[in-house]
């Protein structure tokens, strides 16, 4: 059930969401990086991740 949460809330982010943690978190991470996560996680988001 957890995971299920988490890939929901990582699949329904925004490249400004990431932005706005990887700020938070102290992670250098440019807006290409972010949407280029995005598209990684949004393919991957069926298989397991974790």
Known sequence: MLKHLIRTKLYASTPD??????????ISLTRQQANQLL????????????
């Open 17 to 26: 969401e990431l932005m706005k943690y990887s700020k938070q978190y102290g």
């Open 39 to 50: 598209q990684f996680i949004k393919k991957r988001i069926d298989r397991p991740i974790f």
